[in-house]
């Protein structure tokens, strides 16, 4: 059973790069028959996706964060990454990684990690 | 881009009771539609894809339906665990996806 685990700081200062790491378990990240997702929700809002990333290593970004965002896998470690950069109280957020098979939706979510953006 | 809707944004229902939640979408986006429930301090649960085809292990009280840019999701008999916030989500784009912005569901 594919599980997914996010890591990284809580909190992150304005005007910083804040970088979060995905560890796949129970599968391998090279698979063929996934896509590799970052999604945020900040604090009683909804769900924004940010990005995802095929194991060749194409990626996918949310146009309004794609000045921003660097999203990269390493097969090695079987995990794959998140950096945001320049970030502002606005990017305060729980951030989930999470799995999905092309256009499928997404089936499997990480349990979130939350950060806050804060001098 | 294609911008999501959802109507309402919020509804009171019994146990029992019959519920759709609409997703309205700012473009044709053919059957490229998912539904998930999501609870409090939880990640959100894929119920639907592709408009109507139901995941793995989701109770068939569940079902989705629509195409083009109007779709429905419906719970036939609202049970106590249904108490969450859905949300719908655009997958026509080429890997550049966009949710709605929820329709909560509470207790009435």
């Known amino acids: 059973q594919l599980q997914l685990q996010e890591s990284g700081p809580g909190l992150v200062k304005p005007s910083e790069t804040l970088s979060l790491t995905c560890t796949v378990s129970g599968g391998s990240i090279s698979s063929s028959s996934y896509y590799w997702g970052w999604i945020r929700q900040p604090p009683g809002k909804g769900l924004e996706w940010i990005g995802s990333i095929y194991y060749s290593g194409s990626t996918y970004y949310n146009p309004s964060l794609k000045s921003r965002v660097t999203i990269s896998v390493d097969t090695s470690k079987n995990q794959f990454s998140l950096k945001l950069s320049s970030v502002t109280a606005a990017d305060t957020a729980v951030y989930y990684c999470?799995?999905?098979?092309?256009?499928?939706?997404?089936?499997?979510w990480g349990q979130g990690t939350m950060v806050t953006v804060s001098s | 881009d294609i911008q999501m809707t959802q109507s309402p944004s919020s509804l009171s229902a019994s146990v029992g009771d019959r519920v759709t939640i609409t997703c309205r979408a700012s473009?044709?986006?053919?059957?490229?539609l998912n539904w998930y429930q999501q609870k409090p301090g939880k990640a959100p649960k894929l119920l639907i894809y592709?408009?109507?085809s139901l995941q793995s292990g989701v109770p068939s009280r569940f079902s989705g339906s629509g195409s083009g840019t109007d779709f429905t999701l419906t719970i036939s008999s609202l049970q106590p665990e249904d108490f969450a916030t859905y949300y719908c989500q655009q997958s026509y784009s080429t890997l550049l996806f966009t949710f709605g912005p929820g329709t909560k569901v509470d207790i009435k």
């Open positions: 473009q044709s986006i053919s059957s490229y």
């Open positions: 999470a799995s999905s098979v092309a256009v499928a939706g997404f089936d499997i």
């Open positions: 592709a408009a109507s």
